[in-house]
């Protein structure tokens, strides 16, 4: 019975797959009568070419014996399954590259298209926790320079993006009171107070922390910048960010907060003026990938500009 199993499977995920004996003995390094006789139930594969065979057809060693070695309606939707078992970035792209060719056929069901929303959804959440797990690693070491601020601050907005802010603002209050003299945790929990909305509270914070933000004054004076423009207080937002900008003028982020908000008060010929000088700031630095987004902001306000807004 195995050996009919095996010999019948392989001819079926080869038919599957619509590749010919020959192409199926040339990738696993064999003579085409070798497969014929698998599939003709003569002989059957050495147990060292079992692996090769799997791994070509994508499934697992024990599919490749049973009934109903391969229950998926296509190549795609296997592949999602491997995946699915594997959690492996490689198996993704694989399955990701077989969807698109799919849809760029036409042969596809709104099924196939569930399916790929699915893949997706799969990849998000092994996304994210290969990104806490690697700003945590970070975090959990003793240096505090600027690459443990910048995966501190990055870890706090995703996980508030991600309807996780509450948590982020907890564990940033917890830390605080473990090490109240610490600047870091102040800004971590500017950070988590600012992603959620809580404007007010940033301010509370930055008041709170008087002198004691030291060396990181621009970035204290960058969140109380944001906070004062959340809640509309945009000549206070461009006292603090104008500082922030005297204080460290390789620090852009003040130059982006300033043009968002002319944008958000509608004086577009500020605006526009805003991006040119974030534009020019990231040419001087050879950041030229970096403007893509600049440039269509500044597209869109010359539009409006050119109809009279």
């Known amino acids: 019975m195995i050996q009919s199993n095996i010999g019948a499977n392989i001819r079926t995920l080869r038919d599957r797959r619509q590749v010919t004996q020959e192409q199926l003995a040339q ?3 064999l003579s085409t009568q070798a497969v014929s006789k698998w599939e003709n139930q003569a002989t059957v594969p050495d147990a060292m070419m079992l692996p090769l065979i799997a791994g070509f057809f994508d499934v697992t060693i024990d599919e490749l014996f049973r009934q109903n070695p391969n229950p998926y309606a296509n190549r795609a939707q296997q592949l999602l399954s491997l995946y699915e078992s594997s959690h492996d970035r490689n198996d993704f792209i694989r399955a990701d590259a077989e969807y698109r060719k799919l849809f760029d056929s036409g042969k596809y069901t709104r099924e196939d298209i569930r399916a790929y929303g699915v893949l997706n959804e799969f990849q998000m959440y092994d996304c994210l926790r290969l990104a806490l797990e690697h700003y945590d690693s970070l975090l959990a070491g003793p240096e505090r ?7 501190q601050t990055q870890r706090i907005t995703m996980l508030s993006r991600i309807g996780r802010g509450e948590e982020a ?9 473990a090490e109240p003299h610490d600047p870091e945790n102040r800004l971590a929990l500017m950070a988590a107070l600012y992603w959620n909305g809580r404007y007010a509270e940033v301010l509370q914070q ?5 002198p004691a933000y030291g060396v990181r004054e621009t970035s ?3 969140y109380a910048g944001d906070a004062c423009s959340g809640l509309e207080r945009y000549e206070e937002a461009f006292q603090y960010w104008n500082r922030a900008f005297e204080l460290e003028p390789e620090f852009a982020d003040p130059l982006y907060s300033m043009a968002e908000a002319y944008h958000a008060q509608g004086l577009y010929r500020e605006e526009a003026a805003a991006w040119e000088q974030v534009i020019d700031w990231l040419l001087q630095r050879g950041y030229t990938l970096e403007t893509g987004y600049p440039k269509e902001r500044l597209k869109k306000v010359q539009e409006r500009l050119r109809a009279g807004e």
Not at 145 to 151: E, H
Not at 169 to 177: S, Y
Not at 206 to 210: E, I, L, P, V, W
Request: proline share 0%; hydrophobic share 45%; glycine share 4%.
């Open 206 to 210: 930055f008041q709170a922390a008087g």
């Open 169 to 177: 603002i907890r564990e940033a209050e917890r830390q605080l009171e």
């Open 145 to 151: 320079d600027d690459v443990y601020q910048k995966a």
């Open 220 to 222: 204290f004076c960058l």
């Open 27 to 29: 990738a696993l390094h």
